[in-house]
């Protein structure tokens, strides 16, 4: 009877898990900028947040983001795509880790160790783009398994310039 129920219950969390996905997280919604985000990995979610949707216009921004990390990092790749009806319209690839280039402070963090990062981004582009677009980033390590994977929705309905 013990073995029947631990196998039952089993069943019904394999079947939450794989019936349902992680719930979308609002980053930001301000004026007529929105940023809302949903992991695409279907093993792990994580936290991330920007202290304000406006500082986004500055070039310069805060933000923080957690997990715990389910793989080491030696190496890091990130591969982030911008999605507009559908379509693949950007593609941007980089080393973030590896061999003697070490862009983050997380390089090197071994499986289950926390990962969590509070300080400014600079994303280099000088406006948000006007519209409602996605965009696809996914973090991989050296043995090409995901690490983080997340799909953001952004909203600009009108430009800040």
């Known amino acids: 009877m013990k073995t029947s129920n631990a196998l039952l219950f089993i069943l019904v969390l ?10 979308t997280h609002t980053v930001c919604k301000e004026d ?48 982030l ?13 980089e080393t973030l880790c590896g061999p003697g280039h070490a862009k983050l402070i997380f390089c090197g963090k071994k499986k289950g160790e926390h990962l969590y990062y509070e300080g400014p981004v600079t994303l280099g582009i000088k406006e948000i ?22 799909d953001f929705t952004v909203k600009n309905y009108l430009d800040y310039y």
């Open 129 to 150: 783009p006007q519209g409602d677009y996605t965009l696809s980033a996914k973090l991989t390590n050296q043995d090409h398994v995901t690490v983080a994977c997340a």
């Open 14 to 23: 394999v079947y939450i898990n794989a019936s349902t996905g992680w719930p």
């Open 81 to 93: 795509d911008m999605i507009i009806n559908g379509k693949t319209v950007l593609t941007y690839s």
């Open 32 to 79: 007529n900028l929105e940023i809302h985000y949903k992991s695409c990995d279907p093993e792990q979610d994580f936290a991330f947040s920007i202290d304000h949707c406006s500082d986004i216009a500055t070039h310069t921004f805060d933000i923080r983001g957690a997990m715990v990390l389910r793989h080491s990092i030696k190496e890091l790749y990130v591969k």
